[in-house]
């Protein structure tokens, strides 16, 4: 309450400038305490990184990071400007099939830190499917991916964003645990590498049982990997075998029949 008449003026620095927070936050209180001479209004300054940012979200304060998402951008390298239209989509999909989303989480090179200013905004929605009972699974999937969809451009158009794409990838809850369970390296790159801006107690515990390891590969699942590699060598080997006895075996006879009848002899 004591900070609501202020002015919040937010910074979020490169996460290899972490120790020099404190001497860029005295500068900056320097030069606000310079201008509130000739000022009115009283500025709050807080100075973050993005794992700080993260954190947010880790702690479930997606009002909080709402809030950060769709601030006045007074100087933006791209960054506030991906989470604004995350934040436009996720609100848009939350209106329209709240009861059913499970996750709405963030991924990709945006999370890592090694974005650049063009680059695709990877989101990953996760679809309770437990308690549909009028339409089969697939074709929920598909409903909710084709409107899923249709929000992006509409997203990208509110927030003002032309180079930040959204990139959505929406899974069904039956199949995803299915995939946990089956050890899919996207998936579990996914539960390391993401970050919930909305989540109803579902994520976060796949990331906590991950870090403890956990969450380990099933006997099925590394046999089932395992016999891939097999059957990948034996279907080179069909392959390889085909281009002998067809492409080169008949690139060998077709010219030298050619050459047969050039000599003047019955091919």
Request: hydrophobic share 45%.
């Amino acid at each position: 309450k004591e900070t609501e008449k202020f002015i919040h003026l937010f910074m979020i620095v490169p996460e290899d400038k972490f120790k020099e927070t404190s001497k860029i936050k005295a500068e900056i209180v320097k030069q606000i305490e310079a201008l509130q001479k000739t000022l009115k209004e009283k500025i709050w300054i807080q100075i973050k990184t993005p794992v700080d940012l993260w954190e947010i979200c880790f702690d479930s304060k997606f009002e909080l990071m709402g809030a950060i998402a769709m601030s006045l951008p007074l100087y933006d390298k791209g960054m506030l400007a991906g989470l604004r239209v995350t934040e436009i989509h996720k609100s848009m999909v939350l209106q329209k099939f709240e009861k059913y989303v499970v996750s709405y989480v963030l991924g990709g090179s945006f999370v890592r830190g090694d974005t650049l200013k063009t680059s695709d905004i990877d989101v990953f929605i996760i679809i309770n499917d437990t308690d549909v009972k009028r339409m089969p699974r697939v074709e929920l999937l598909d409903r909710l991916r084709g409107i899923i969809f249709e929000y992006i451009p509409k997203a990208s158009a509110l927030a003002g964003v032309k180079d930040n794409v959204l990139n959505v990838q929406v899974y069904l809850l039956t199949d995803f645990w299915q995939s946990v369970k089956d050890a899919h390296p996207v998936i579990f790159t996914f539960i390391r590498d993401g970050v919930p801006i909305y989540d109803r107690g579902t994520f976060m515990p796949w990331k906590a049982l991950l870090k403890m390891g956990k969450l380990k590969p099933s006997p099925e699942a590394i046999e089932m990997f395992m016999s891939m590699g097999d059957n990948t060598v034996k279907r080179a080997k069909r392959a390889l075998l085909d281009i002998l006895l067809q492409d080169i075996y008949w690139g060998v006879i077709t010219p030298s029949q050619a050459l047969l009848m050039l000599y003047g002899l019955p091919p």
